[in-house]
């Protein structure tokens, strides 16, 4: 099922995608647009973070579990994604379903997160940036509190699974797919975002919207 008005943002650690989250949501108004990210602020998410940082150690397969449990959340919650996009909200997602099957696929295998994922709605549409791991290294690196997962040998083995399980993911569920060059600079990338966006109703609604007030 596509939920219509949901796009999702997704490429290896450092590829930019929270920076353009951002700039998105001071050019949209708050009234008509829901900005959000997985892991969320939950109390799973927040457990996920801890992990994701190194604090707490579990094990593959926990987390693909919680992946899946805190996605439930943010989904169906009463003032979740499902909700916003059914109120004619445009919300966007900084990773989703992807993000599992990719990151949490290479240690459990693809039969287990697929099946902890089959029931979950698809984007109407997903923005992959596209980037060179060696690239993202050298944003990354410059962090002050690094992800486990940030490693230059690991997110070589990432890129290769964004490419080969994207494709596969989106022309299952029908969604359409933009890849955005990650290499190119912040604003010659909003750009590139606006553009993929511009093509939706739902922001078009939301742009006449602004100009008619």
Not at 108 to 116: F, H, I, R, S, T
Not at 127 to 137: G, H, K, M, T, V
Request: proline content about 6%.
């Amino acid at each position: 099922m596509i939920l219509q008005n949901f796009v999702v943002l997704e490429g290896t650690d450092g590829s930019g995608t929270t920076t353009q989250l951002e700039l998105l949501q001071k050019k949209l108004p708050a009234s008509s647009f829901v900005a959000t990210f997985e892991p969320t602020k939950g109390p799973i998410g927040k457990l996920l973070r801890e992990s994701l940082r190194g604090k707490i150690p579990l094990e593959p397969k926990t987390l693909a579990y919680l992946f899946a449990a805190d996605r439930q959340e943010h989904l169906y919650a009463p003032e979740g994604i499902v909700s916003h996009c059914q109120q004619q909200k445009l919300v966007i997602s900084d990773r989703y379903v992807p993000s599992s099957l990719v990151y949490q696929g290479l240690f459990c295998g693809d039969e287990v997160v697929a099946q902890l994922n089959q029931d979950f709605p698809y984007p109407e549409l997903l923005l992959y940036f596209r980037l060179p791991p060696e690239i993202a290294a050298g944003r990354y690196e410059q962090r002050s509190e690094r992800d486990i997962y940030e490693r230059l040998d690991f997110q070589k083995k990432i890129h290769q699974r964004y490419e080969t399980v994207l494709p596969r993911y989106c022309e299952k569920g029908g969604t359409r797919c933009i890849v955005i060059d990650a290499t190119k600079s912040i604003a010659e990338v909003a750009e590139e975002v606006w553009r993929a966006l511009s093509h939706m109703p739902i922001l078009k609604t939301i742009c006449e919207a602004g100009t008619s007030q």
